[in-house]
């Protein structure tokens, strides 16, 4: 059996091409969206906000030290509040956590958790106010 190829139309090619060129259009429109620096993580790569689980309590009370090592203060209140967090391949996560510290502040910590199980802060933000958002940074 002898198949033969039809050659597509210019106008049925460029059709074609459009969803690939809005996704490539798309994608660089989110990558500029989150930050001029090309380590920073797309947003919409990032969980919505939710509020701690027991398993990132834990785990941010494991790391207090390392966060007042950070942020360069004791801290005599230590509550995680809220959470957003990412994966890469479903093996590495990061985890930023919004930690009340007392009064109106807080402190926002950036927590990456290796495939191993190793974790380590690897940035703060202090001192925030209870009302600023959670954002990858």
């Not at 989150?34 to 920073?40: D, L, Q, R, Y």
């Not at 391949?89 to 009340?100: A, H, L, P, Q, S």
């Given at each position: ?25 798309n ?6 969206m ?7 993580a ?96």
């Open positions: 059996m002898i198949m033969s190829r039809r050659r597509r139309s210019s106008s049925s090619a460029q059709l074609e091409r459009q969803p690939l060129l809005l996704l490539l259009v994608l660089r429109i989110s990558r500029t989150g930050g001029s620096n090309s380590s920073t797309v947003m919409s790569d990032w969980s919505p906000v939710k509020p701690v689980t027991p398993e990132v309590k834990r785990m941010c009370l494991e790391m207090k030290s390392q966060v007042e090592e950070s942020a360069g203060v004791n801290f005599a209140v230590y509550i995680p509040v809220d959470f957003i967090s990412t994966n890469e391949c479903g093996i590495n996560y990061t985890y930023v956590i919004k930690v009340d510290v007392g009064g109106e502040t807080c402190v926002h910590v950036k927590i990456f958790q290796a495939a191993g199980g190793e974790r380590n802060v690897q940035d703060t933000r202090y001192p925030k106010s209870n009302s600023d958002p959670l954002f990858p940074f």
